[in-house]
């Protein structure tokens, strides 16, 4: 069935065309968070303004999965600007997404109790916001973590690792807390069995800035990264971690801070592809092509899910990623740090065929 999928957007890239729903669909369905990680855009203790607790009601999330399902989508990705788990209907949503057969992941900080757990081990992806190894480092930067909490998040790792039916991924944001404890993080991510971790830049806010890594921290650590990548073998885990080196490696990289990375790998993107494959759900029902950028393509609120895939916004943006993709430009201005360069690359090597 999802080669059938897959094929279909293939033909539409072809084409210029949409023939069914995306690959995934990410959902952001509450804004409230058990943790304050000094680096989250919403809940740092440096964040003046706190956003107000809201959350998607059981009903209208009902019946936005339902026309995604008839759209032909993959995959729900449960997120929020804010821990997911701790929706009011988190089981039931669960098993609303599982009994449509549709697949189902989610991005987490892995503080919760063994129900959530027991629900997990069906996900077929879990992402997991983990940037510290050690229990010292993960009180300073997720803020109000405790030891017991940090000894939780680690057993529900180990837990979904073990027992999960899908892949676990740690997602750990580098910043000047914790830049130092990389090949740690990697050790530990090996020792709790999970499929990989991913390395991630900071993205910069204004409350965030003193979380940068000062040029004496970058040149320590390319130290910390050249050690990182002659001993991953040994570790067995899939990281990021050669990519990382690469970035931090180059002098662009440092002259402009991290805001801006004008990285331009051999992996980087030429075309975009992502509004066949992608769609995101804010919260407040507008729907974007990409978590990376704020061009609203519809609000679900208004028009239904499908309604907003097949409209004249979303063709010109799939025309525009095609034929006029440009690095660092317009409405691409944040690309040259995207996430999708596997996807992207995926469906570029199916359209070349
Ligand atoms: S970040 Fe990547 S996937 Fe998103 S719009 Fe830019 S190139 Fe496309």
Request: charged letters at 30%; proline letters at 3%.
């Amino acid at each position: 069935m999802k080669a059938s999928k897959n094929f279909l957007r293939y033909i539409g890239i072809l084409r210029d065309k949409v023939f069914t729903g995306p690959e995934i669909v990410h959902f952001h369905i509450n804004n409230y968070c058990n943790l304050r990680c000094l680096y989250c855009w919403f809940h740092s203790p440096q964040v003046k303004r706190k956003p107000k607790p809201k959350e998607i009601g059981f009903e209208d999330f009902k019946r936005i999965i339902d026309e995604i399902e008839e759209l032909g989508a993959t995959m729900i990705r449960l997120s929020g600007d804010g821990e997911p788990t701790m929706h009011s209907k988190i089981k039931e949503m669960i098993h609303y997404i599982k009994n449509k057969k549709l697949k189902f992941s989610i991005l987490t900080n892995c503080v919760f109790n063994k129900d959530i757990r027991e629900i997990l081990i069906d996900a077929d992806e879990i992402f997991v916001n983990f940037s510290a190894p050690n229990k010292q480092v993960y009180n300073e930067i997720q803020s109000i973590a405790s030891e017991i909490v940090f000894k939780n998040v680690i057993r529900n790792i180990h837990y979904l690792s073990i027992f999960g039916k899908g892949s676990v991924e740690v997602q750990y944001i580098i910043n000047n807390r914790n830049y130092k404890y990389v090949y740690e993080m990697m050790k530990l991510a090996s020792k709790l069995g999970v499929d990989s971790i991913n390395f991630k830049i900071m993205d910069i806010v204004p409350h965030n800035k003193n979380l940068i890594l000062s040029r004496e921290e970058i040149e320590d650590f390319k130290t910390i990264l050249e050690h990182c990548i002659r001993e991953q073998r040994k570790l067995k885990i899939k990281s990021n971690i050669s990519s990382i080196c690469t970035i931090y490696s180059k002098p662009s990289f440092i002259r402009g801070g991290q805001k801006r990375d004008k990285y331009r790998g051999k992996d980087n993107v030429e075309k975009c592809f992502i509004g066949w494959y992608f769609a995101n759900i804010n919260l407040n029902g507008d729907v974007t092509p990409c978590c990376r950028m704020n061009h609203v393509i519809g609000n679900i609120n208004k028009k239904g899910f499908r309604e907003i895939w097949i409209s004249e916004k979303s063709h010109k943006f799939r025309m525009d990623g095609k034929y006029f993709f440009k690095m660092n430009k317009g409405i691409w201005n944040d690309c040259s740090v995207c996430e999708w360069r596997k996807l992207n690359h995926k469906y570029l090597k199916g359209y070349q065929v």
